[in-house]
């Protein structure tokens, strides 16, 4: 635009001035001719009819002035009346042009009779009308310049917007890849560039999902080989280690019973073995529920989790329990399996542990409820504290993390949401295995 306006206004230039010069010349030759040509007899006295210079008021490029001998303007092109011309030009304007153009100086024709001074005739370039029209000129070209401009700005916006249209597309896919949506995929761009990025994303998530699903397996893996080792030491414990301390038990019980009427020297020996074959049952009894929980193979996870429930408000009076199951017809063992069943009920053990040494809470509430996902119905569990919370980005050691890999392992998925001082909720959502 700045090289366009500089452009017209030199060329504009150039052209005023060649008017101007144009003008000057032919209106000098026609008065030098009409001077030459009268006779100067006819010649005596000068006035304002003269040459009668106001009908001359339409040659706006020269000032024409008649003046007489002692300096007054006897008449003028430019006189009261003869139509003075309105510039439209700024004056700052006008002022750039003037250092750009030649000094005009006027050209002055003397009139005489025998040497005698009748009158000079003062004819001056005024470029002030070719300045006006320079001017529009140059108002015009930046007008359509302005246009030009906002119109190529505006079809660009419009085509790097269609082009750049896809991106929300992508930012879409990411959002949902960010939410754990994995099976999410971009569609087939037009644009070369975009379809290259949709390629190279759709099989970077392809490779990801893979991973993930490997990792899963690898996962549940485990937790079937620690499930199992765990199965096995409850057994073994129970079968073996559990029946001897129950004999020693026996045994000491019959020994105290009679220690006190026949051998009163070894009362004390054998209530103290009493004690502690009793005390090491009841840790035997600890050891095999959180191992391997009993009540979850033989009556199922609702009166499993409400023994776990009843036995946490027993040993931690000052926190007070709820637990909520909804559709507990849900909850067998024909649609839920037994992973899942050991996820659901070591999730609620490890939040209740949390909550009893790190929350400081005096209020937690168990909800257990089936709900519909992407057209798959699943066991939704959901545990609420009171506690003091924590930064849910900054999870220390390895039990929710681990309670996130069994659910996410089956395919469901896990929520942590904390604040400090505004308590915890841990909401996880698993599929049934069979469809209702």
Same mark, same amino acid.
């Given at each position: 635009?700045?090289?366009? @306006? ?19 010349? =032919? ?9 030459? &040509? ?47 011309? &309105?510039?439209?030009?700024? *004056?700052? !304007? ?19 009779? &025998? ?29 359509? $310049? ?9 079809? @660009? ?11 929300? #597309? ?18 087939? !761009? ?20 893979? &991973?993930? !699903? ?32 129950? *004999? ?5 019980? @019959? ?13 004390? =020996? ?16 600890? %050891? ?37 199951? =909804?559709?507990?017809?849900? $909850? ?11 996820? $659901? ?6 939040? %209740? #542990?949390?909550?009893?040494?790190? *929350? ?5 509430? @168990? ?56 308590? #915890? ?12």
């Amino acid at each position: 635009m700045m090289a366009g @306006i500089a452009l017209s206004l030199n060329n504009a230039r150039r052209n005023a001035l060649a008017e101007i010069t144009s003008a000057e010349k =032919s209106t000098l030759y026609l008065f030098d001719s009409a001077i030459i &040509s009268a006779a100067p007899s006819n010649i005596k006295k000068i006035d304002s009819n003269t040459f009668k210079l106001r009908q001359l008021g339409h040659m706006r490029h020269l000032k024409i002035e008649l003046v007489d001998n002692k300096g007054h303007v006897l008449d003028s092109n430019q006189a009261a009346g003869a139509g003075k011309f &309105s510039n439209e030009a700024p *004056a700052w !304007f006008e002022r750039i042009l003037n250092k750009t153009m030649p000094q005009w100086q006027p050209k002055i024709r003397i009139l005489s009779i &025998s040497n005698q001074l009748l009158a000079k005739l003062i004819i001056t370039p005024d470029p002030t009308y070719e300045y006006a029209e320079i001017w529009k000129q140059i108002t015009d070209l930046m007008v359509l $310049l302005a246009m030009f401009f906002f119109c190529v700005n505006l079809m @660009i916006a419009w085509a790097i917007a269609q082009a750049l249209k896809p991106t929300e #597309t992508i930012l879409s896919a990411l959002d949902e890849i960010e939410k754990g949506h994995l099976e999410t995929r971009l569609p087939t !761009f037009q644009l070369p560039e975009l379809a290259r990025i949709g390629q190279k994303f759709n099989h970077m998530i392809e490779t990801l999902q893979q &991973s993930i !699903f490997q990792n899963h397996q690898l996962t549940q893996q485990l937790i079937t080989l620690q499930e199992a080792e765990r199965k096995s030491l409850a057994r073994d414990l129970h079968d073996e280690f559990g029946q001897y301390l129950t *004999a020693i038990n026996t045994d000491a019980n @019959i020994v105290l019973k009679h220690a006190k009427t026949k051998y009163p020297e070894l009362h004390d =020996s054998a209530l103290a073995i009493t004690q502690l074959s009793r005390h090491l049952i009841d840790l035997v009894s600890g %050891l095999l529920q959180r191992l391997r929980p009993g009540v979850l193979d033989e009556l199922g996870l609702v009166v499993a989790l409400q023994d776990l429930v009843d036995t946490c408000a027993t040993r931690y009076g000052n926190i007070a329990f709820t637990l909520n199951i =909804s559709h507990a017809d849900d $909850l067998g063992k024909e649609t839920l399996g037994e992973a899942e069943s050991l996820v $659901l009920y070591r999730l609620v053990q490890e939040c %209740l #542990t949390n909550i009893s040494r790190h *929350a400081e809470a005096t209020l937690v509430n @168990i909800n257990v409820s089936t709900q519909l996902k992407i057209n798959k119905r699943g066991i939704t569990v959901k545990v609420q504290d009171n506690g003091k919370g924590f930064n849910a980005n900054k999870v220390n050691g390895f039990g929710l993390p681990g309670m996130r890999e069994r659910v996410e392992g089956l395919g469901g998925e896990f929520t942590i949401e904390a604040s400090s001082n505004k308590g #915890t909720t841990i909401l996880a959502w698993i599929p049934l295995r069979a469809q209702l």
